[in-house]
Structure formats: structure tokens, C-alpha cells
């Protein structure tokens, strides 16, 4: 009897907080580290309005500023009245001050014209959105933008030379078609325009900056949009072209003529007559 009551263990309670409850606490602890570092990551959500979805798709096109990711389309939804669609974005938080009124967005994809072909990087990556962010720390932030349909114009700030050409007539002239220089590619047109004023045609123009100099303030630019046929009894048939490309989709040319003095650069803004 003696021996038994002596082989009961004694318990004695634990002092302190067992290790165990270590486990949640930590988890505790990490899991409102993770909540903190995703709000303080998130960035800022917006709306653009495009007249079709063709080409957008969420949680895979980004939006770009010169080939950065700066955002990612989350969700794609019609408008209201079912004539559009509103791609909602959310953006990176760096560019939160740069979302304004004057914020543009246009959807970025494979083009095959004429002219050339435009955006093979999207055959691959998948269209995307690119944006040209607003830098004026005076203006009024946005968060609902309508999607330009096409790549806006260049302004005067794009480093080159920015010049109007004059006509009566646009001929095959398009936009995107070529300047050459001796049938070197020194620009390309941009876009054009008529003035009723005037009754005629302006058509934008830009040269790059390193062929900037070829063109003088007494150059002359012609259209080389065709094909011109002259024939003689002694001299036979002659047929002058510029090249396939510009028979096709339009071109014009700009040289300064050997005998006339050559006058200062042009500069952005200078008009010139387009000769036939």
C-alpha cells in the first residue's frame, strides 16, 4: 500500500505560456504584415471608355508609357447605354499625379497597311494600352477616361522638325505616307486637314531630327503619288516613277533646286506649297 501511494506522479502546474501559443501569434503577426504591404501596394483604379473590346483582355493587357507597364486591365464591362465599353484599370501608384483631364489612352495593335506594318510586338505580347500621362501639376485628377480611336498626332515637343504643306488636291496622300529626300525616308506624314478658309488642304508633316537640316526654308516638296509618262518620236517612251510604295500608298518628295541659294534650315511651324 505504502508503495503504490509513493509511484503516483506528482503533477505540478506549468509556469508561464506554453510555446504553442507562439504559432498563431506569429501567424497573427505575418498575416497583418501581408494585409499592410497589399494596401500600401495597391495602386490607383480607373476607367477607360473604348468603342469595342476587340483586343482587350483582363488580367492580360497592360497599359504601357514607352514600353514600362504602368497598369493592368482587372475587368471589362458594356456601358450603361450598351454603345461602348468600360475596361476598368488599376494603375501604378507612381502614376497617380499624372491622371488628369488631359491624360490620353488608345489601344496599341498589329496594323498592315500600305504603308508598313505597325505594332508587331503586339502579335506576340497580345495588344496593349498606351498612355501619354499629363505632367501639369495644376490640373484636376481623373478617374474616367474616353480612349482616343487612334495614336494622337505629334505636338511640337516631339524632337524633329513639324511643318504644313499646302495643296488643292490630296491625291493618294495618306497618313503615315513617306517623305524622301533622293529617295532616302527622312519623315512621314501625320496627319491633314482642310481649311474652307482657304479652301485648301493642309497636310501635317514631320522630319526627324537627324534629317532636319536637308530641309531648307526655299526647299520644295512634290507629290510623288503616281506615275508620270512622257513620249517623243526620237526619244520614245519614258515612264518616271518614285517607288512601288509611293505609286501605292502615296509619298512625297522635298529637295532643294542646285542653282537657288541655299537659305537658312526651316523651322517648326513653316508652311510650304505642294507641287504637283
Do not use: C
Request: charge should be negative.
Amino acid at each position: 500500500e505504502n508503495d503504490r501511494r509513493k509511484a503516483v506522479a506528482e503533477v505540478v502546474p506549468r509556469q508561464g505560456i506554453s510555446i504553442v501559443w507562439f504559432v498563431p501569434f506569429i501567424a497573427l503577426i505575418f498575416g497583418g504584415w501581408l494585409g499592410i504591404k497589399a494596401l500600401s501596394e495597391q495602386g490607383v483604379f480607373i476607367t477607360i471608355e473604348f468603342d469595342s473590346s476587340t483586343g482587350i483582355v483582363p488580367k492580360k493587357t497592360e497599359i504601357r508609357y514607352k514600353g514600362l507597364v504602368t497598369g493592368m486591365v482587372t475587368r471589362v464591362v458594356p456601358s450603361d447605354d450598351l454603345q461602348s465599353v468600360i475596361a476598368e484599370v488599376e494603375m501604378s501608384k507612381s502614376f497617380a499625379d499624372y491622371l488628369t483631364n488631359d491624360t490620353q489612352f488608345w489601344l496599341v495593335s498589329a496594323d498592315i497597311s500600305l504603308q508598313g506594318v505597325s505594332g508587331l510586338d503586339t502579335l506576340l505580347s497580345g495588344s496593349y494600352i498606351n498612355i501619354i500621362p499629363d505632367t501639369n501639376e495644376d490640373a484636376d485628377s481623373q478617374d474616367h477616361f474616353v480612349a482616343l480611336n487612334e495614336a494622337p498626332q505629334l505636338d511640337m515637343t516631339t524632337p524633329g522638325l513639324h511643318l504644313t504643306l499646302q495643296t488643292s488636291v490630296l491625291g493618294s496622300i495618306s497618313e503615315n505616307s513617306p517623305i524622301t529626300f533622293k529617295q532616302i525616308p527622312i519623315g512621314y506624314v501625320t496627319g491633314y486637314s482642310y481649311v474652307e478658309d482657304k479652301q485648301a488642304i493642309d497636310i501635317n508633316v514631320f522630319i526627324e531630327q537627324e534629317h532636319a537640316h536637308l530641309v531648307k526654308e526655299n526647299s520644295l516638296f512634290w507629290n510623288t503619288s503616281g506615275v508620270q509618262v512622257t513620249a517623243s518620236v526620237s526619244g520614245g517612251l519614258k515612264i518616271n516613277t518614285d517607288s512601288l510604295a509611293s505609286i501605292i500608298g502615296g509619298g512625297i518628295a522635298v529637295d532643294t533646286l542646285s542653282y537657288q541659294e541655299k537659305l537658312a534650315s526651316a523651322k517648326n511651324g513653316h508652311v510650304f506649297p505642294l507641287h504637283a
